[in-house]
């Protein structure tokens, strides 16, 4: 252990220790609906080590055993020792249950390694029930949440991912880290925006660097990180513990590859041409036919053609046909067709994914009235739709 730490470069952050749990390098997969699956999350593992986080859980849902749930919330073969689960939940009794059906039951067939809570999400159908990132302004709520999942989960370490704030009138990210840490939390992810910016304009990373000064826990730090060394440059100008990744690897899994190099001081970064690209395509298109069967796995992959051939010269027939493309034959084929090509670094460094406009946050009827309120919204867990 010595030996790797001595070679780690300076500014490099150490291994990221999470009660029992390192995670080396400090990298972590965001959550992401529709993408961090087990084919996505198996994929940018073969490119670098990390934590590979699966996609937001509903807690009511999975209390209630929803199939579609518990089909998400399982382990691949080479998670079993490192399964992470983000939890979405308002009300504490039905956080702590499911947070008991996950480690003392195992319903997903494996015991996770690492629970993370979501305070982040800004999108209008969580937060107008008082959830994701309107939960936090909501202090004895928020509190009593976090204390219900570390209770539950004993020796399983239980961190949180929150935002700024609501909006530049109402931050919450100072005070959720200090309850975060008094309740238990292992570690906090903080996003550089409030939820009225969405994933519009840039993320803030001075609140990242308050925010490791206000608390001992450790503190990740998440927004714009497109390429390995906007990583570097985000611990070096926030002190943060390590880094959590979301869109920055949309269509470039290999992304986990280059933030391993770079926290081991290599400048080694991958530019794989369009022939390699082509062959990660279809690995990923080849480990979603096999997670949901070959139709049902290349309709599943249609969403992610856009990312990979970002900037790429494929031609807009080749490109329609790709994102109707049907079975891993047709894919190896019209792959097969478009000619090889450095990769095109014009799009280094550039956002990726959602770049929604920002706008007001949808809240419940009187949300910002009573920050000691501490009952969930009526009606605030019955979001069932299997994650």
Known sequence: MTAVLDARPAGAPAPLRLGPLTVDPAVVLAPMAGITG????TLCREFGAGLYVCEMITTRALVERNEKTLRM????????????????GVDPATVGRAVELLVDECVAGTRPAHIDLNFGCPVPKVTRKGGG????WRR??????????????????????TRVGIDPQHHTYLEAGAIAQGAGAAAITLHGRTADQLYSGTADWTHIARLVEAVDIPVLGNGDVWEADDALRMVAETG????????????????????AAAFAGSTQRALPTFREVAAVMHRHATLLAAEHGETHGCSDFRKHVAWYTKGFSVGSDTRRALAMVSSLDELAELLAGVEDQPYPVAVL???????TPPRPVALP?????????PRPPVGAELLVGGG
């Not at 382990?75 to 992470?84: P, V």
């Not at 990132?133 to 936090?136: C, E, H, I, V």
């Not at 004895?140 to 991912?161: M, N, Y």
């Open 140 to 161: 004895r709520l928020f509190g009593d949440v976090v204390s219900a999942a570390v209770r539950a989960a004993g020796d399983v370490p239980v961190t949180v991912k």
């Open 365 to 373: 009827a009187g949300w910002l009235d009573d920050r000691d309120d």
């Open 133 to 136: 990132a309107a939960l936090p």
């Open 73 to 88: 919330v399982r382990a691949t073969t080479e998670e079993h020792d490192a399964f992470s689960v983000q939890l979405y």
């Open 349 to 355: 460094g550039a956002p990726r994914g959602r770049t």
């Open 240 to 259: 943060c513990a390590g880094v959590v990744v979301g869109r920055g690897c949309l269509g470039r899994p290999w992304l986990f590859g280059d933030l």
């Open 38 to 41: 087990p084919a996505f999350r």
